[in-house]
């Protein structure tokens, strides 16, 4: 059973989805840089729904880089695609070996090839907004889609471990499995 989650990067994907997980009643950690980091381990994260208008606060725990020894379940890693260069080598010291790029990336195969010893997937979870000093601002539609690399491994198991009781909707693995497979 997956329980214990890293999410790096604290933009809004990645704040919205260490929330989300959070929330379900996973062990997550945030990996934030910086002021950033200082907000949310003095306060919380704060997200602002800008549908309802209401903040809420999670006390997430919160570190500022990855060591070789912190073991979890899986990463994600919500990172915008130019800045991927700057976690790899970390990625490829630490011990965890389920890493789950999340956003955008066109090159996703060479980023993949690049930690030859970990398992890597990706995944694309839908919300948006911006980040103002003291919280995130968004609207998250709490979907996410992972996905297998082709001519890879299933990993169906644990993705459904993932987001089994997480309350983020998924599509199922063979309609996923399908749509993956015309790439």
């Known amino acids: 059973m997956i329980e214990r989650i890293l999410v790096i ?10 929330a989300d997980f959070y929330k379900s009643g996973k062990d997550v950690t945030l990996l934030a840089r910086g002021q950033w980091h ?11 729904n800008q549908i309802s208008r209401r903040t ?10 990855l060591m070789p020894e912190d073991a979890y379940d899986v990463i994600f890693v919500s990172l915008r695609y ?3 260069d700057t976690i790899i080598e970390e990625l490829n010291r630490n011990c965890t070996r389920n ?3 999340n956003g955008n990336n066109p090159k ?9 010893d970990k398992n890597v997937m990706f995944s694309f979870a839908s919300s948006a907004g911006h980040r103002e000093e003291t919280r995130v601002c968004s609207i998250s539609l709490k979907k996410i889609t992972i996905g297998d690399r082709k001519n890879h491994a299933s990993n169906k198991k644990l993705i459904e471990d993932i987001l089994k009781k997480s309350g983020i909707p998924y599509p199922s693995y063979a309609k996923l499995k ?6």
Do not use: H, W
Not at 9 to 18: E, F, K, T
Not at 56 to 65: G, H
Not at 108 to 116: N, Q, S
């Open 99 to 101: 890493i789950i790029f």
């Open 108 to 116: 996703a195969e060479e980023t993949a090839e690049k930690l030859p």
């Open 38 to 48: 200082d907000e949310i381990k003095q306060n919380g994260l704060r997200i602002k």
């Open 82 to 84: 130019n800045q991927l």
């Open 56 to 65: 809420k606060t999670y006390p997430i725990s919160v570190i500022d880089r």
């Open 9 to 18: 990067g604290a933009g809004v994907l990645g704040c919205n989805l260490a």
């Open 178 to 183: 399908k749509a993956m497979d015309k790439y």
